[in-house]
């Protein structure tokens, strides 16, 4: 997971992509699953694909609040607000 945020904070988004899945593969705690979760539906968003990006933000939603991570979770919400309504 911390493999991948760096990655993508340092521009690797294809890179820290792969990172960020990988680590939802493994067995991990949720708010660990959360962030990477929310890292995902980030990038998403930000490449337009706001099916996937909303996919990602509520399930990043949903396991940070079950694991205590209120920042993740509020993080997510705060993204999932920025995608408009579906028609």
């Known amino acids: 997971y911390r ?3 760096a990655r993508v904070a340092a521009g690797r988004d294809v890179e820290g992509a792969q990172d960020l899945r ?3 593969s493994l067995p991990g705690r949720g708010w660990v699953h959360g962030r990477a ?3 995902l539906g980030a ?3 930000a490449g ?3 099916a ?3 996919v990602h933000l ?3 939603a949903r396991l940070g609040e079950q694991d205590h991570d209120r920042a993740s979770a509020a993080r997510a919400r705060a993204l ?3 995608i408009p309504a579906s028609r």
């Open 43 to 45: 990038l998403a968003l």
């Open 37 to 39: 979760h929310a890292d």
């Open 58 to 60: 509520e399930t990043a």
């Open 52 to 54: 996937d990006a909303r």
């Open 22 to 24: 990988k680590a939802l």
């Open 80 to 82: 999932l607000r920025t």
């Open 48 to 50: 337009g694909n706001a």
């Open 3 to 5: 493999r991948g945020q």
